[in-house]
């Protein structure tokens, strides 16, 4: 999977052991995708969905926004956006910074398609989330690592599955903050998935300029 490789080898831009600024506590503020991933959810399949908007960074300098097509074999069965990398364990002093892991400064985001019977995993309950029903399943820490999950539901993203028009699908959010901070956003995201080959790009308006005034009697 490159683009999680990517973000488990690239580390975060700040060193030290400095405290987190309160800008980082901050609600998450959204914005359309990019062209380029809106170009990437007009490839998918018709039963693919995609964000209109997500959160973006706003602490800092802005990395790169990434956005990646998750496959089995040869075939699309998701999407994955991201920008800058989690900071989780091994990385020394981890647990000083896990404030970075905040919409301020980084997101790791997923949505999965498939068709039939999905395998939902155990420690899944139902819930409501973003105004779907499904089965919700919290992160169990920061660590990435395969815990008997068989590799495919990564421990460090809070999920959420359910159904719609006969396809399953799965979202997931890497986990940040406390008190159900994680659960609260993944569901503000899933409000914004439309049928991927749906969603465009959103540019604001330009700003209009005032029309000259005439004179009576002259031209313009």
Known sequence: ?????????????????????????????????????VALCARMPARALCPARLPRPFLGRRPPFRAEVLRAGSSATGLEFAYSAAVEPPVRGWRRHTWWNRPCCSLHFTVEWVRGPAGVPRGARPAVVGGSRGRFLPARGFAFRDDGMRGRFWP????????????AYAASLHVFGRGGETRRLLGRVLRELRPARAVGYRRAAAPTRPRPRTRPGRGT
């Open 1 to 37: 999977m490159p683009l999680l490789a990517l973000l488990l080898a690239v580390a975060p831009g700040w060193h030290g052991d400095r405290p987190p600024p309160p800008a980082a506590f901050a609600p998450a503020r959204f914005a359309p995708l990019p062209t380029r991933a």
């Open 156 to 167: 460090n993203h809070a999920w959420f599955f359910w159904r719609d028009r006969g396809v």
